[in-house]
């Protein structure tokens, strides 16, 4: 009786114990295949969990399968599936995650070019927005120079004009308007 208890609590103790670290069911089964549709008929193979069969018949919850090996045998038709166990979906699922991977890489690359493309494209945009400004207050300066220039040279003919003599009263009279 003692001992039972001392089994137990021992028991409990590494159960509840946090120095142990935590432990899975492991992904293995493994199934006998046999030379016919009964647990009556001898053991031909022992199949794990991931081999593949592929079906020849079936007859009373009992499947008839060739192996990957070539052998030719029974195994109870519950223990079959059409989908990959872990142990064998699990390699083609990491290959595929380290495909995304590496193309989430080159994507992210692309998208940080494409950042500092736009950034630039930005930045030239706001510059030429700046140039085209600067083009029009420029271009009306320049209007304005040969507006005032051409006042100048108006306003300096009427003062040349005023201060010439016109010439003599005999002519003077001949060009009246």
């Given at each position: 009786?003692?001992?039972k208890?001392?089994?137990?609590?021992?028991?409990?103790?590494l159960?509840?114990?946090?120095a142990?670290g935590?432990?899975?069911i492991?992904?293995?089964l493994?199934?006998?295949?046999?030379?016919g549709?009964?647990?009556?008929?001898d053991t031909?193979?022992v199949?794990a969990?991931?081999?593949a069969?592929?079906?020849?018949?079936?007859e009373?919850?009992?499947?008839?399968?060739?192996t990957?090996?070539?052998?030719?045998?029974?195994v109870?038709?519950g223990?079959l599936?059409?989908e990959?166990?872990?142990?064998?979906?699990l390699?083609?699922?990491?290959?595929?995650?380290?495909?995304?991977?590496?193309?989430v890489?080159?994507?992210?690359?692309r998208?940080t070019?494409?950042s500092?493309?736009?950034?630039?494209l930005?930045?030239?945009?706001?510059?030429?927005?700046?140039?085209e400004?600067?083009n029009?207050?420029?271009?009306?300066?320049?209007?304005?120079?040969?507006?005032l220039?051409?006042?100048?040279?108006?306003?300096?003919?009427?003062?040349v004009g005023?201060?010439?003599?016109?010439g003599?009263?005999?002519?003077s009279r001949?060009i009246?308007?």
């Amino acid at each position: 009786m003692a001992a039972k208890i001392f089994t137990v609590l021992f028991v409990g103790f590494l159960v509840g114990s946090p120095a142990w670290g935590k432990d899975y069911i492991r992904d293995t089964l493994r199934i006998k295949m046999r030379d016919g549709p009964s647990l009556k008929h001898d053991t031909i193979s022992v199949l794990a969990s991931g081999d593949a069969g592929f079906r020849l018949d079936e007859e009373d919850g009992w499947i008839k399968i060739r192996t990957a090996r070539g052998q030719v045998g029974w195994v109870p038709g519950g223990y079959l599936t059409d989908e990959a166990p872990a142990s064998v979906a699990l390699p083609h699922v990491e290959a595929a995650l380290e495909k995304a991977r590496s193309s989430v890489k080159v994507l992210e690359t692309r998208i940080t070019e494409q950042s500092e493309a736009v950034l630039e494209l930005d930045t030239l945009r706001q510059r030429n927005h700046t140039l085209e400004e600067e083009n029009m207050r420029l271009s009306a300066s320049a209007m304005w120079k040969y507006l005032l220039a051409g006042a100048a040279i108006f306003l300096g003919g009427m003062l040349v004009g005023g201060m010439v003599p016109r010439g003599s009263a005999a002519r003077s009279r001949r060009i009246k308007i």
